[in-house]
């Protein structure tokens, strides 16, 4: 089993957090780890304290396995509690991550009875942030994040996505070559896969993850994205840049914002 000595843990702390929770929550991290054979590269842990939500204490946590990252994000009323819903979540994740490692072929992509009422989503709705309800007149568009395009299998892709805890996940699919997004539908009971307009191929065909292959996504600029977001009551919207050609992703972020992602070769 994977040996993450508490003090290998990198913790950031924003407003009133106790001293304590730092050291609880290496050593809650680190018995996290246990269930993965592949070394764990480095883990990275966020606690803060908002000043206004109903359950203002959030942990967050990014780990490298071997190459692969898995990520948690929770809240809670105390911040202690916060820390304990991480080490939940990230168990899980990480014990699906070496039950995949350790079959073979395609087979690693399958879900087993088991994991399957736990593989989305591993965390309940509650134990996530809560949304601000920022003023329209002062949202921003921030965090753009831009990134090379390694072509990817639509059930790598979806194992990436469950590893993340994201809603969403932009890729660059190999079996058409075109950028796309895979996300879960209906509250997370169900996948789709969303390809531009024109597209020639199916990525779902021979796939081992049931995925329903949805209505292309359309042209549009940044500005006319984020005003189909805000007409929807979507946590997101995959579209193609006008001035870039590239899938695009805007999103909801959880301090009121919105978030950009965007492809490029």
């Known amino acids: 089993m994977a040996e993450l000595e508490p003090a290998a843990i990198t913790i950031s702390t924003r407003g009133a957090v106790p001293p304590e929770a730092t050291d609880y ?23 803060r304290q908002e000043a206004t939500a109903a359950r203002p204490s959030v942990a967050e946590a990014t780990l490298d396995v071997n190459g692969k990252p898995v990520r948690a994000q929770v809240a809670a009323a105390e911040m202690n509690e916060a820390i304990d819903l991480l080490a939940d979540v990230l168990t899980r994740r990480l014990r699906r991550y070496q039950e995949r490692a350790n079959r073979e072929g395609r087979e690693r992509y399958r879900f087993s009875e088991a994991a399957e009422g736990e593989w989305r989503h591993g965390d309940l709705p509650t134990q996530r942030p809560e949304y601000f309800d920022r003023p329209y007149d002062e949202r921003e568009l921030v965090r753009t994040k831009s990134f090379g395009s ?45 390809l531009p307009e024109g597209v020639e191929g ?25 005003e189909r977001l805000e007409a929807s009551n979507e946590k997101f919207v995959f579209f193609i840049d006008e001035a870039t050609g590239r899938g695009s992703v805007v999103y909801r972020r959880y301090d009121g914002h919105w978030g950009l992602l965007t492809t490029h070769d």
């Open 25 to 47: 929550a290496r050593q809650k991290v680190a018995a996290a780890a246990t269930p993965v054979s592949d070394p764990v590269l480095y883990a990275e842990v966020e606690l």
């Open 150 to 194: 390694i072509p990817t299998l639509l059930d790598e892709a979806v194992l990436d996505m469950d590893m993340l805890g994201h809603d969403f996940y932009l890729f660059r699919d190999a079996t058409t070559g075109s950028d796309a997004v895979v996300f879960y539908k209906g509250g997370g009971t169900s996948l789709g896969v969303q």
């Open 202 to 226: 199916d990525p779902t065909e021979g796939a081992v993850a049931e995925v329903e292959l949805v209505a292309p996504a359309p042209r549009l600029s940044r500005r006319d994205a984020i």
